[in-house]
């Protein structure tokens, strides 16, 4: 297997085709669309636009979190004890190792 250094690959293309495409059917909505919009039925791309970001809505709905379900809560609870269990069993694992050791004996 050989390593070059000098050659970068090059980036995959992305070629999408589509399934099917008529453009006469394309043309005929966008003169219907054309024609709804001079009647006033169908408002300019441009007019009566409102955005749906409003000042503050990140800080509002960052927080907002889902409803908890008696399962998520069971599961929580499991792993917290579970974790409380693996942590006193390091500690006593700790204490142990510390009481058997060498230095230990030598103190008393």
Known sequence: ??????RTPKPRAFKHVPIYYNP????????????LRNN???????????SGIKRGSFRRNRFDMPEETKDVRSQRRV???RLVLILLGMVLLGVILYM?????????
């Not at 297997?1 to 000098?6: A, G």
């Not at 006469?24 to 024609?35: G, H, I, L, W």
């Not at 058997?100 to 008393?108: D, I, K, M, R």
């Open 24 to 35: 006469e059917e394309e043309d005929t909505k966008e003169k219907v669309e054309q024609a």
């Open 40 to 50: 006033g039925k169908i408002p300019n791309e441009g007019e009566n636009y409102q």
């Open 79 to 81: 792993s917290n004890i």
């Open 1 to 6: 297997m050989k390593i070059v250094f000098t």
């Open 100 to 108: 058997t050791s060498n230095a230990f004996l030598e103190l008393t």
